[in-house]
C-alpha cells in the first residue's frame, strides 16, 4: 500500500466510521480491520471514529488512534437521546456529524471505510461522504453477514433511503462473512450498479493478544466454561439462565467464568455478584478487553451469537452454546440458526424475561453438561470461512491503487 501514495510525501492514510455508543460490536471489528491494515504496511496508519463511552479502555496498534465522538444511546421506543451531555439529541448529532466532517477534512484519507450505516446515525456521515467524494477518495461501506430480517431491512432502508446513497457515494461494498452462510443483502431490490461493487470477505480472524492483560482465577480453574454476553446492556437473562443451572445442579462437571459486560446495570451486576459468591464453581468479571485471552482455555462458550463472538469461535475452533436475542434486530437469531444448520454451534431460544424456571435450569444444566461433547467447527470444512483479514488487506489495496478519482465520483453521482 505504501508506493501507491508515495507521491504524497506520507504513508496511506485511511479513516475508519463506527457509529455506535452503546454495545461493543461495531467498535471491536472496526478495530479488528484497523489491526489488519497496518499489520500489512508499515507505513499505514487508521483513524477511527467513534462514539464508544468505552473506547479508550481498549489498546490499539502503533499506528491506530481515535477520536471520541458524543455519545448518543437508542432508547426502548426507537428514540435516541445524548449519551452524557445535557443536550437535545439534535444539537449533539450536529455536533457529532460537524466533528466527522471537520475530522476528515483535516485528516485528508485515502479511503474512507464506513461500519454498517450507509449515511451514519441519521445521516451524520452525508456531508463527510459529500466532501470525500469530491476530491476522489475511494468511500466503502463494511457490512457484517447478516443485518436484520429481509423485510425488516427493505423498510429501514427505504426510509432512509440507503439505496440511493449506496450508488451514488460507495466505490466498494464489503462484506465480512460468506454468502453461503447469509447474505445481508437477501430480498433487497439491490439496482445491478450496486450489486456489482460488492465483495464478500470470509469471517475476521481473530487471534489471542500478544500481551494479554493478566486475570486471576481465584475460585475455579481452566478448563472452564466461558459465558460472555457481549457489553451486557442485554445480556441478563443469559448470565441469569446459566447462574440458575449452577444452582440447581452442582454436578456440571466444568466451572464457568462469566463475564458480565460493561454496559450492564450496577444493580444486576451486584445481584449476579452476590449470586456468584455463593456458588463453588462460578466465577465472574465485570470486563475484560482481551475476551480473546479467556476464550483460548475454554471447554466451550456460552454466548448471544453476535459477529464478533462469532468470529471468535470459529477462529479458536471452541464449542459454542448460543442463545440469540431478538429485539430490537433479528441479526442474531438469523446468523445463530444457519451456524447451527451448518453444524458449527448449537442454539438454545432465549427464555421470556425474569427469573428462570426449575424447568429452564435443568435445560441449561443438561445443555452445559452436554456442550463439551459437541463437536467442533472445524469438522465442518467451509473454503475460506476465516480469510477476511486477508481479503480486507487485499480490496483495501486494489482500492488505494485506483487512487483518488475526482471525475468518476461526479460521473457516478450523475448517474
Not at 129 to 158: F, I, S
Not at 198 to 210: E, I, M, Q, W
Not at 263 to 283: C, H, I, P, T
Request: overall charge negative; some cysteine.
Amino acid at each position: 500500500m505504501a508506493e501507491t501514495l508515495a507521491r504524497r510525501g506520507h504513508g496511506v492514510r485511511i479513516l475508519i466510521y463506527s457509529h455506535d455508543s452503546f454495545g461493543l460490536g461495531h467498535l471491536r471489528r472496526c478495530r479488528e480491520i484497523a489491526h489488519a491494515l497496518v499489520e500489512a504496511d508499515e507505513d499505514a496508519s487508521v483513524l477511527i471514529l467513534s462514539g464508544s463511552p468505552i473506547i479508550g479502555s481498549f489498546d490499539f496498534r502503533s499506528r491506530v488512534d481515535f477520536v471520541r465522538i458524543p455519545g448518543v444511546i437508542k432508547l426502548r421506543n426507537g428514540e435516541y437521546t445524548s449519551l452524557k451531555l445535557p443536550l437535545a439529541v439534535e444539537d449533539t448529532l450536529s455536533l457529532r456529524a460537524s466533528i466527522i466532517e471537520h475530522t476528515a477534512d483535516v485528516f485528508d484519507p485515502d479511503l474512507f471505510i464506513v461500519d454498517k450505516e450507509p449515511l451514519g446515525l441519521r445521516g451524520e456521515v452525508a456531508q463527510t461522504l459529500a466532501l470525500l467524494n469530491a476530491r476522489g477518495v475511494p468511500c466503502v461501506l463494511g457490512l457484517r453477514d447478516v443485518m436484520d430480517d429481509p423485510e425488516m431491512l427493505a423498510h429501514e432502508w427505504a426510509r432512509k433511503h440507503v439505496l440511493p446513497a449506496l450508488g451514488e457515494y460507495y466505490d466498494d461494498i464489503w462484506v465480512y462473512g460468506l454468502p453461503q452462510i447469509c447474505d445481508p443483502l437477501a430480498g433487497l431490490d439491490v439496482p445491478p450498479s450496486v450489486a456489482k461493487r460488492v465483495s464478500y470477505t470470509g469471517y475476521l480472524r481473530r487471534a489471542a493478544a500478544p500481551s494479554p492483560q493478566p486475570f486471576y482465577l481465584e475460585k475455579i480453574e481452566a478448563p472452564y466454561i466461558l459465558v460472555t454476553v457481549g457489553g451486557g446492556g442485554d445480556g441478563e437473562a443469559i448470565v441469569d439462565w446459566v447462574l440458575s443451572a449452577y444452582e440447581q445442579d452442582p454436578s456440571i462437571p466444568h466451572p464457568a467464568l462469566v463475564v458480565l459486560g460493561p454496559f450492564m446495570g450496577s444493580e444486576l451486576q451486584a445481584d449476579f455478584m452476590a449470586r456468584v459468591n455463593r456458588l463453588d464453581k462460578v466465577e465472574a468479571l465485570t470486563f475484560h478487553p482481551h475476551v480473546e485471552s479467556l476464550m483460548q482455555p475454554a471447554v466451550g462458550v456460552v454466548c448471544m451469537g453476535g459477529y464478533n463472538t462469532f468470529c471468535e469461535v470459529l477462529s479458536f475452533d471452541k464449542r459454542a452454546l448460543m442463545i440469540p436475542r431478538t429485539e430490537p434486530r433479528l441479526e442474531q437469531r438469523i446468523r445463530a440458526g444457519q451456524a447451527q444448520e451448518l453444524g458449527l454451534v448449537r442454539m438454545l431460544e432465549p427464555t421470556p424475561a425474569g427469573r428462570a424456571t426449575a424447568g429452564e435450569a435443568q435445560v441449561m444444566a443438561t445443555a452445559l453438561k452436554g456442550l463439551p461433547h459437541q463437536a467442533r467447527p472445524s469438522e465442518r470444512v467451509i473454503p475460506g470461512l476465516l480469510d477476511g483479514r486477508e481479503n480486507v488487506v487485499r480490496l483495501a489495496e486494489q482500492a488505494l491503487a485506483r487512487g483518488r478519482r475526482p471525475q468518476l465520483a461526479a460521473a457516478r453521482r450523475r448517474g
